[in-house]
């Protein structure tokens, strides 16, 4: 059974600062996506990976893949206080066609 | 603008009483998807569509139904049968299994 699992949970930051978020999954998988969500919206995709060795940047968010080890990791570079945010990643099974397994999210609040 | 719409935004249950969720989206997706989120936690499934007129169950179908007989719209009803239906409920859409779901804005359900 894939089980993702995400940390910290909770995150909070001055501006400025670098730091990262990790979410591993437990089972192979082949598409790993990443959202934000701020308090009480929708949800907003940040970045899709699909192979190992993967690496996306938007700004200051970088997300990289390492299937082998079965880790993904969101860095924040010189944070600032809009990308405060709830961050999720979620993970595609081999065998599960559309269904997505979510990690519980890291509540980022980046201080002024 | 392309994009999903839910109605709702906010939905009250009395007890014993069936309510329905509505999920529209004009992305001309294949897929759609029904997702819960309890506070501070990830998304769990709750049912998904691949095509027309049809439709499985996702981890947390018990309570809950839906019918996809138009390529727009994917409805969902929780039924008197699911005891703890406060949640924000998240309605998603993507073309093919491998590209990122797109959310709609949501609906929170309580109960009188």
């Known amino acids: 059974e894939l089980k993702v699992e995400q940390n910290p949970l909770f995150l909070s930051m001055q501006e400025g600062k670098n730091y990262t978020i990790y979410c591993n999954y437990s089972t192979t998988s082949d598409r790993l996506y990443w959202y934000r969500q701020d308090p009480g919206k929708s949800l907003e995709s940040l970045f899709v990976l699909l192979s190992n060795g993967a690496v996306k940047q938007e700004g200051r968010l970088m997300a990289s893949l390492d299937t082998k080890a079965r880790l993904s990791t969101l860095h924040i570079t010189a944070a600032v206080h809009d990308l405060s945010a709830t961050y999720f990643c979620?993970?595609?099974?081999?065998?599960?066609?559309?269904?997505?397994?979510w990690g519980a999210g890291t509540k980022l609040i980046i201080k002024p | 603008d392309g994009g999903i719409t839910q109605s709702p935004k906010y939905l009250f249950r009395k007890e014993g009483q069936n309510v329905t969720l509505s999920c529209e989206q004009n992305l001309n997706h294949d897929a759609m998807y029904w997702y819960r989120q309890d506070p501070g936690q990830g998304l769990r499934l709750i049912y998904y569509s691949q095509i027309v007129n049809d439709f499985q169950k996702g981890d947390i179908a018990e309570g809950y139904s839906v019918s996809r007989e138009k390529k727009e719209s994917f409805p969902l009803t929780v039924t008197s049968a699911q005891k703890n239906p406060t949640a924000f409920y998240l309605c998603?859409?993507?073309?093919?299994?491998?590209?990122?779901?797109?959310f709609g804005d949501g609906t929170r359900l309580s109960i009188l």
């Open positions: 979620a993970v595609g099974g081999m065998d599960s066609n559309y269904q997505l397994i």
């Open positions: 998603a859409s993507s073309i093919v299994q491998i590209q990122p779901q797109h």
